[in-house]
């Protein structure tokens, strides 16, 4: 089982930069995709990005392609979201959570954590 918690997020103006951080408990963690999604208000939660329990595989929404990167630390048991070039329409709460394997679909991913804001103002 793991069990994540997202730290990182902010007010930042548009075009602006921050970086998300997920810690993840359990012994499991370095055999689990990360994945990070947002929810915005009034909206369904929506992926952002995934990354393989290695790392040598990510997945993008079209979205955040190219302004976003994901990344981890399986010795650190962290996952990162760098999320640049920041707009308006950014603005959401941040969940990262944990699956078997490297996935869009959030029904596939468990361990939720409790999301960090991300405030972009234009």
């Known amino acids: 089982q793991v069990q994540c918690v997202e730290s990182g997020g902010g007010l930042v103006q548009a075009g602006g930069s921050l970086r998300l951080s997920c810690v993840a408990s359990?012994?499991?963690?370095?055999?689990?995709?990360m994945g990070w999604f947002r929810q915005a208000p009034g909206k369904e939660r929506e992926f952002v990005a995934a990354i393989s329990w290695s790392g040598g595989s990510t997945y993008y929404a079209d979205s955040t392609k190219g302004r976003f990167a994901i990344s981890r630390d399986n010795g650190k048991n962290r996952a990162y979201l760098q999320m640049n070039s920041l707009k308006p329409e950014d603005t959401a709460v941040y969940y990262c959570a944990a699956a078997p394997s490297l996935s869009r679909n959030l029904n596939l991913f468990d361990y939720w954590g409790q999301g960090t804001q991300v405030t972009v103002s234009s």
């Open positions: 359990g012994r499991t963690f370095s055999t689990n995709a």
